[in-house]
């Protein structure tokens, strides 16, 4: 199965932190309760499944439903601040994440939706699934 965590690429982290100026793009509002290192590891893990599924799916009709990761990110970390954590403490949470779990987090998240290792209609599926159920993967693909 795709490595989602490893599509994800850490130029978008300094450019964000650089530059926390929100635009049109789907929002991806922190979880109730979460910490900065939680906020930050579950937007990674939805930006990467959904970025992992539009790169595997893109012949089934799954894309991205925005263009700019970059200001995508921008936006969530303007809406981390404002959620009352420091840029520090964000910056903290990007530097810290733990890679292998985050993309096993997301390759049990694909598998308990019933994706099969090796099975790119069963990936594709959930994909299709996630835009309709609108979760928070799905809100960042779209199916044309």
Same mark, same amino acid.
């Given at each position: 199965?795709?490595?989602?965590v490893?599509?994800f690429?850490?130029?978008?982290?300094?450019?964000?932190?650089?530059?926390?100026?929100?635009?049109?793009?789907?929002?991806? #509002?922190?979880?109730?309760? +979460?910490?900065?290192? !939680? &906020?930050?590891?579950?937007?990674? $893990?939805?930006?990467?499944? @959904?970025? *992992?599924?539009a790169?595997?799916?893109?012949a089934?009709?799954?894309?991205?439903?925005?263009?700019?990761?970059?200001?995508?990110?921008q936006?969530?970390?303007a809406?981390?601040?404002? #959620?009352g954590?420091?840029? +520090?403490?964000?910056? !903290? &949470?990007?530097?810290?994440?733990? $890679?292998?779990?985050?993309? @096993?987090? *997301?390759?049990?998240?694909?598998?308990?939706?019933?994706?099969?290792?090796?099975?790119r209609?069963?990936?594709?599926?959930?994909?299709?699934s996630?835009?309709?159920?609108?979760?928070?993967?799905?809100?960042?693909?779209?199916?044309?």
């Amino acid at each position: 199965m795709i490595n989602p965590v490893r599509i994800f690429f850490a130029g978008a982290l300094a450019a964000a932190l650089a530059s926390c100026t929100a635009t049109p793009v789907p929002v991806m #509002a922190p979880p109730p309760g +979460a910490t900065a290192k !939680t &906020a930050v590891e579950s937007y990674i $893990r939805v930006v990467s499944t @959904a970025q *992992a599924i539009a790169e595997s799916c893109s012949a089934y009709g799954i894309t991205l439903a925005f263009d700019d990761r970059d200001a995508m990110t921008q936006a969530y970390i303007a809406q981390l601040i404002d #959620a009352g954590f420091t840029q +520090a403490e964000i910056e !903290t &949470a990007f530097n810290t994440i733990n $890679r292998d779990r985050i993309s @096993a987090d *997301a390759v049990r998240y694909m598998d308990e939706r019933g994706a099969k290792k090796g099975d790119r209609e069963s990936f594709c599926a959930v994909g299709a699934s996630e835009i309709e159920k609108g979760t928070a993967v799905g809100r960042l693909l779209s199916l044309s």
